[in-house]
């Protein structure tokens, strides 16, 4: 599982990153629906810190407030799944 999560946040990370370049050069972008699901899938993290890192999608509300959640209910199921 460790290596799963590793893993989801760098892609998701490397996403964000990607699409923030696209933006900047007018090129293909990388779907909003997408951006999502890679943090629902475990990328929270690496959602949160390509958003800030690379200044992108702070300013989306579903962005914003969104991944945030997504990260506290990760932490929330990992929590108890250690006492599970």
């Not at 923030?20 to 959602?47: C, H, P, Q, Y």
């Amino acid at each position: 599982m460790g290596l799963y999560l590793l893993l989801i946040n760098i892609i998701t990370f490397a996403l964000y990153a990607i699409d923030k370049l696209n933006a900047k050069t007018d090129s293909w972008r990388i779907s909003e629906r997408m951006l999502i699901m890679f943090a629902v899938a475990g990328g929270s993290i690496g959602a949160l810190l390509g958003m800030y890192i690379c200044r992108h999608k702070t300013r989306k509300a579903k962005f914003k407030f969104g991944i945030p959640v997504i990260l506290m209910l990760h932490i929330a199921i990992g929590i108890y799944s250690l006492y599970m």
